[in-house]
């Protein structure tokens, strides 16, 4: 079946400009995750949902990065007034977290390259 | 502080050879994930250990995992060139999300 699916692949934008990155799941997967990946951080978490709601949002870096989703589904990743250290792959990962079933390996997205110029 | 620390960062290795990566976490988990990224290419699943003495073997990887010393490692054995790639350990420590280990980059030299 069709496997986490993220738009754009590529993405650049001036500093200070508003960007929204897009990450539809593997249809039934209840568990969303956003990843950022960089030269400096290497892979860092972002945001969690399950299902609607965001029980973990320690990773967002400011108050400029801000994500929602949707039906259960389709998720956004907002980044507001982007600075050039904001320069990096999101990378979108979905899990079906199956009631009992602990441990459930992540699948991920191909990723945004976002660069701010 | 959770963490997760992989080594070495860099391995060149002859094929043929074998090597182990480690990684080695800060603090109780048993759910441990390896994961093999290509060069502009997302994170592929390739074993997921959920318990103390788990081994986990697919073509010429292996993969354990020790609990009690919070350790996992990644054997290759007799490398080829396609292994070549970079290789993530990540653990859930309980909070759902993945804590990943800096990475190791592998190349496989003919």
């Known amino acids: 079946g069709a496997g986490v699916s993220q738009s754009p692949s590529n993405k650049v934008t001036e500093k200070g400009k508003d960007v929204e990155l897009r990450c539809d799941p593997i249809?039934?997967?209840?568990?969303l995750y956003w990843y950022r990946q960089s030269l400096g951080q290497g892979l860092e978490f972002l945001i969690y949902?399950?299902?609607?709601?965001?029980?973990?949002k320690s990773g967002l870096p400011s108050d400029r990065f801000s994500a929602e989703r949707t039906g259960g589904s389709v998720s956004t990743l907002t980044i507001q007034r982007t600075q050039q250290e904001d320069s990096a792959v999101y990378l979108c990962?979905?899990?079906?977290?199956?009631?009992?079933?602990?441990?459930?390996?992540?699948?991920f997205g191909p990723g945004t390259r976002l660069l701010v110029l | 502080e959770l963490k997760v620390e992989q080594n070495p960062l860099f391995l060149s290795m002859q094929e043929g050879k074998n090597y182990t990566i480690y990684c080695n976490y800060s603090t109780t988990s048993d759910r441990l994930y390896w994961y093999r990224q290509d060069p502009g290419k997302s994170l592929e699943s390739l074993f997921v250990?959920?318990?103390?003495?788990a081994v986990k073997q697919e073509g010429r990887l292996m993969a354990s995992l020790d609990t009690k010393a919070r350790l996992s490692t990644l054997h290759i054995t007799a490398a080829v060139h396609d292994l070549s790639a970079t290789y993530f350990c990540a653990v859930n420590f309980g909070n759902e999300k993945l804590t990943f280990g800096t990475g190791t980059r592998l190349t496989i030299i003919p």
């Open positions: 249809s039934g997967h209840t568990a």
């Open positions: 990962a979905s899990t079906p977290m199956r009631a009992g079933a602990l441990g459930e390996t992540q699948y």
């Open positions: 949902f399950q299902g609607n709601s965001a029980p973990d």
């Open positions: 250990l959920l318990s103390n003495g």
